[in-house]
């Protein structure tokens, strides 16, 4: 049972514009989730995160919103740039229970385009 | 500060034979990873360790031995590799205060 979902495999939007990512999750104990920035032949990098307590964060042109009653985050680009393109990974972990140390439940990935 | 380094970048194997990739980190982090990533399937967790010595299994433990003798390396074996094997492997570290992975740059494993 998938417990991260990314249901947009890819995502194609025009530079100057609004990316927007969307992430569902099942398990209601997840308390901490984070967005993963990934080129190819490349690791994942952190690009931004957000606590269970909290309904949106900030960074720059990204800005993660989270509701936790429909389950359900998203990642804002504004304004895209043609080195956003890159698959994004969408990861959540139980931090404050102390589950953290079992690491990161991701989603399959959204393979973002940035057109010019 | 390297950060996270994993060793071989390549490797391609024949059907049968092992190997050990080696994941080394510079953060003194405690936790660190072993996650592999296959086409439509995002990143997958096979083992983890919590600290020097202790060793879990994670989602696809299956095929797969590890071992933290040091803090710095995880190891993570294959002792009969299978073309259903064949995938990019990920190491990452967690310090203990949490939750941010940290990623190296990942192994290309083709098994023939």
């Known amino acids: 049972d998938q417990q991260v979902k990314q249901n947009s495999p890819s995502l194609s939007v025009q530079e100057g514009r609004i990316s927007i990512l969307n992430c569902d999750y099942t398990?209601?104990?997840?308390?901490?989730f984070l967005w993963y920035k990934k080129y190819p032949a490349e690791g994942p990098t952190f690009l931004i995160s957000?606590?269970?307590?909290?309904d949106k964060n900030e960074d720059g042109r990204f800005t993660v919103f989270l509701n936790k009653s429909a389950k359900h985050l998203s990642l804002h680009i504004v304004p895209s740039q043609p080195g956003d393109s890159a698959v994004y990974f969408c990861?959540?972990?139980?931090?404050?229970?102390?589950?953290?140390?079992?690491?990161?439940?991701f989603g399959k990935g959204t393979h973002l385009i940035i057109q010019p | 500060n390297a950060g996270v380094t994993q060793t071989p970048k390549f490797r391609v194997l024949k059907t049968g034979q092992s190997m050990t990739l080696l994941c080394a980190q510079d953060?003194?982090?405690?936790?660190m990873y072993w996650y592999r990533q296959d086409p439509g399937m995002g990143l997958r967790l096979i083992h983890y360790?919590?600290?020097?010595?202790?060793?879990a299994k994670g989602e696809v433990p299956d095929g797969y031995n590890v071992s933290r003798l040091k803090k710095q390396n995880f190891l993570l074996g294959l002792e009969s590799a299978a073309p259903s094997q064949t995938s990019v492997y990920f190491c990452?570290?967690?310090?203990?205060?949490?939750?941010?992975?940290?990623f190296g740059q990942g192994t290309r494993l083709t098994v023939v």
């Open positions: 990861a959540a972990t139980l931090l404050y229970s102390g589950g953290g140390a079992d690491g990161l439940t």
């Open positions: 398990n209601s104990m997840f308390d901490y």
């Open positions: 957000i606590s269970s307590i909290k």
């Open positions: 953060m003194n982090h405690e936790y």
């Open positions: 360790s919590v600290g020097e010595g202790t060793t």
């Open positions: 990452a570290s967690i310090h203990l205060r949490g939750p941010e992975a940290f």
